[in-house]
């Protein structure tokens, strides 16, 4: 290999450091002549070579020349090899030019810095009221002021949560709550005027309720001339007269079953009159029920007080299994363990004939007011009462089924008892009874405290509700539905909505003045404004928001009037 070859090949080994000094060299160089010779003395000395990168040719120096030679390897045939070499500038100009470079100002560009505008955060705290809004009773109630003193503060106008009103008078609560430390002059006054206003409430609602007593005598005394009141009307129709008309007429049974009982010692007539009775005290049970579940909603009771029914039916089954089942089921025990003779029993039968007719007649009114109250609801007989959706007439109609049977049931076994002469039968007779009674009374409390858990409506309402407001174009999506059986008919429906952003703003834009709008987006300016522009529209954008959701809420209730309370709570 060639001396040139061989020196670029160990001029490859070189490291980094090297071009450092060479670059050191250089500004030495152009400091001026003094430190020239030192350069010359480098090179000359053959150090030079160490300095150079491996990115570099492979330098040497004659006199005060510096000459570059190169490799240039070729492939002919076997192989040849060229040697070419450059003439290179002389020292002199070379540390010239470098010092010239090294001499020369450096360009400075003006620094442009952008600086982005960021809205500072507000701290509002764990407790900020300063926004809210309060009602004049509010006001009133709670900061002990008069009607007079709201006249002086700023009055908004906002959109009314009730159905009867669009609109209502709202105040800013720090408004109220300035204007009460200034006629009360403290906070300590203000609280001790409180306390006495609560103390005259409390008194005042004990003189009501003792003036209410008073009336109350004086109308028994006297005769109450008014009009018959709602919760009397309930008993003239519907479940309230089926109910009426099972009390008459099992009252009567009820007496006559005992009379009979005592007369032959009959275990099967005791059941019956045991049956006639405890369902004498059932429907007065359901009676209380109805009278209560027409009561009006309280502010302890929002929802009212239609769940009663439930309640009463469900002691009712509760009473029917103690009282029926229960003693039906001793009276039989005892009678099989000591049987006694019996007497003519020609009244135990003319009474469970009679028994049989009115408990028949009670039996035909609980099944034409239950059809008639299917045929309205659009569901099916069986599916009516299966479900217990007038829970009250389902119990007359159970028990006076459970009668009738009872009647059969006692009438055979004393017949099979007076022909044979055998008192077990007529003890067999009183625990059929007993069984008839405990499986009815079993039923009426499956039913009756399902709907007292919060049943579910049919799942085709719940889809006619879902796509009726799926179909509306504000609404993108529907979740987490709920349907809820109250009671006598109502329902109160709760949904998760995902309302589209575009077309609540789009309903809001289409009330707006558009020209104005884009004179106001024009003069905003600084971040302050900007901060009033959005937060002017944004308030009013929640406003018609708020909207959207009334008008669903009105249009539910008004295609399905059994939907009484609805939740939307937006997603």
């Known amino acids: 290999m060639l001396p040139g070859l061989a020196a670029a090949t160990a001029a490859h080994r070189c490291s980094w450091s090297s071009l450092c000094r060479l670059r050191l060299c250089c500004r030495a ?54 040697l070419r070499v450059e003439k290179l500038p002389s020292f002199d100009e070379t540390a010239e030019n470098i010092g010239a470079e090294l001499k020369a100002p450096l360009k400075q560009e003006p620094l442009q810095v952008r600086v982005k505008a960021v809205l500072k955060k507000r701290d509002y705290g764990s407790k900020y009221t300063q926004n809210n809004f309060i009602t004049g009773v509010r006001a009133i109630n709670e900061f002990c002021l008069k009607s007079s003193d709201l006249e002086q503060l700023r009055k908004i106008r906002r959109r009314s949560p009730h159905e009867d009103t669009e609109s209502f008078t709202v105040y800013l609560r720090s408004d109220v709550e300035a204007k009460s430390l200034e006629v009360w002059g403290s906070p300590e006054a203000l609280a001790r005027e409180k306390k006495l206003r609560k103390e005259a409430e409390i008194e005042y609602r004990e003189r009501l309720f003792r003036n209410q007593k008073i009336l109350r005598e004086y109308r028994d005394f006297l005769g109450n001339t008014q009009p018959r009141s709602r919760t009397a009307s309930v008993f003239f129709k519907g479940p309230g007269k089926v109910v009426m008309v099972a009390i008459c007429i099992n009252g009567l049974n009820c007496f006559f079953k005992f009379l009979a009982w005592i007369y032959t010692g009959s275990a099967s007539m005791f059941s019956e009159a045991i049956h006639s ?51 039906s089921w001793y009276h039989g025990v005892m009678g099989l363990l000591h049987p006694q003779p019996m007497e003519s029993l020609l009244w135990a039968y003319c009474i469970l004939a009679g028994s049989l007719v009115s408990e028949g007649a009670t039996l035909l009114v609980a099944v034409n007011e239950l059809r008639r109250s299917a045929r309205a609801k659009g569901v099916s007989f069986y599916k009516y009462v299966m479900e217990s959706r007038d829970p009250s007439t389902n119990v007359i109609l159970l028990e006076d089924t459970a009668a009738v049977l009872g009647v059969i049931i006692a009438a055979t076994c004393m017949g099979l008892t007076s022909i044979t002469g055998n008192p077990l039968y007529d003890s067999l007779g009183s625990l059929g009874v007993g069984t008839l009674l405990g499986v009815v009374s079993a039923f009426l409390i499956y039913t009756n405290t399902e709907a007292l858990l919060g049943r579910s409506i049919q799942p085709e309402q719940v889809q006619r509700l879902t796509e009726l407001l799926e179909n509306d174009p504000s609404v993108r999506a529907i979740h987490d539905v709920k349907a809820t059986d109250l009671g006598l008919g109502k329902v109160r429906f709760k949904a998760e909505v995902d309302f589209d952003g575009r077309v609540v703003t789009r309903s809001y834009l289409e009330k707006q003045d558009f020209d104005q709008m884009l004179q106001e987006i024009q003069e905003v300016k600084t971040p302050e404004e900007l901060e009033t522009f959005m937060l002017k529209h944004g308030e009013n954008i929640i406003d018609t928001l708020g909207a959207e959701v009334d008008r669903l809420e009105k249009e539910l209730k008004k295609r399905n009037p059994e939907v009484r309370h609805v939740d939307l709570e937006i997603l």
């Open 277 to 327: 009775l405890s369902d004498t005290c059932n429907q007065g049970l359901l009676a209380l029920g109805i009278s209560k579940s027409v009561q009006t909603p309280d502010p302890t009771h929002p929802y009212g007080f239609s769940n009663m029914r439930y309640i009463s039916s469900l002691i009712s089954g509760v009473g029917i299994f103690m009282m029926g089942a229960g003693l």
């Open 29 to 82: 160089a152009a400091r001026g002549s003094s430190d020239r010779q030192e350069w010359q003395n480098l090179v000359t000395l053959g150090s030079f070579s160490n300095m150079v990168p491996c990115s570099h040719p492979y330098v040497y120096t004659l006199s005060r020349q510096v000459k570059l030679y190169s490799t240039n390897v070729q492939k002919e045939g076997r192989g040849s090899q060229t």
